[in-house]
Structure formats: structure tokens, C-alpha cells
């Protein structure tokens, strides 16, 4: 049986991208170390920050919250994660981060499965903070 190579990937060698807020980095992904059923990536927000509304059509999210406190607006639901505590937005949900406190909020999600194509996987549903920034890498050929 062919293994794939162990990849060690560090969050300061992951670009960050603002263009849908806070400073996302996608680090194990299909592009960063050929994963096929989904991506792990941060988003590092700091205080009056948000990361603008989306939802994926073929894919749930999980998110950890590391630090901070972040209120996330799930189809129009409110709910304030406080650090250590998780929440799952199922696919098609809208959802949204926001930063109303005072100290950086940092969470760890991840996203699966992966949508058929990368150009599928995401859809903004809300005006973009940075609309010229890239989006952030997750791989595949678009």
C-alpha cells in the first residue's frame, strides 16, 4: 500500500487572506498536503473585526474556539462562543464571525467533505471587507 509523506505545516508559513475578514489560513489542505476529504485552517480576529456571511452547499464546518470570544450569527441565530467551546454549521447554513470584544479571538475550523470543485465549496453572501484580496488556497484546479 503507498503511504503519502508525513507534511508538517506551520501556521506563520500559511499566507494569510482579509478578503472575507479576520486573517483566514487554510493549512492542511488538498494544495498543502494533498488531503481529499477536507480542509483544516484559523481565523485570527481582532476586536470589531467580522468575517462576512457565506455557506458552503457541500460541506459542514466545525469550529473551536482557541481564544477570545466570538459571536457567530448561524440563519440568523446568535450564539457567543467563549474559548474551548465548539459549534458545527451544517452545510447551507449562512453563517457569520464577529469579534465584539475586546482581546484577538482565534478559532480552528475545519471544513469536509470537499465540495466537487474549489470554485463550488464557498459562497459570500454578504459585502466583502477586502474584495480585491485573494481567497484563501484550499487547492484543486479551478
Not at 455557506?55 to 441565530?77: A, I, N, Q, W
Not at 450564539?79 to 459549534?87: G, S, Y
Request: aromatic content about 8%; overall charge negative.
Amino acid at each position: 500500500m503507498f503511504q503519502q509523506p508525513l507534511v508538517k505545516i506551520a501556521h506563520a508559513d500559511i499566507a494569510g487572506t482579509r478578503r472575507l475578514g479576520g486573517d483566514v489560513r487554510v493549512l492542511l489542505s488538498p494544495k498543502t498536503v494533498d488531503a481529499t476529504d477536507g480542509f483544516l485552517g484559523t481565523i485570527t480576529i481582532e476586536p470589531g473585526e467580522f468575517v462576512a456571511e457565506q455557506y458552503h452547499p457541500y460541506s459542514d464546518k466545525f469550529c473551536y474556539l482557541v481564544r477570545g470570544e466570538v459571536t457567530m450569527r448561524v440563519d440568523g441565530e446568535e450564539i457567543t462562543l467563549a474559548p474551548d467551546e465548539a459549534l458545527m454549521v451544517r452545510r447551507g447554513q449562512r453563517h457569520r464571525f464577529a469579534n465584539h470584544g475586546t482581546g484577538q479571538a482565534f478559532l480552528v475550523f475545519g471544513i469536509a467533505p470537499l465540495a466537487p470543485r474549489p470554485d463550488l465549496g464557498h459562497v459570500d453572501t454578504e459585502e466583502l471587507p477586502h474584495p480585491d484580496a485573494p481567497l484563501p488556497q484550499v487547492g484543486g484546479v479551478q
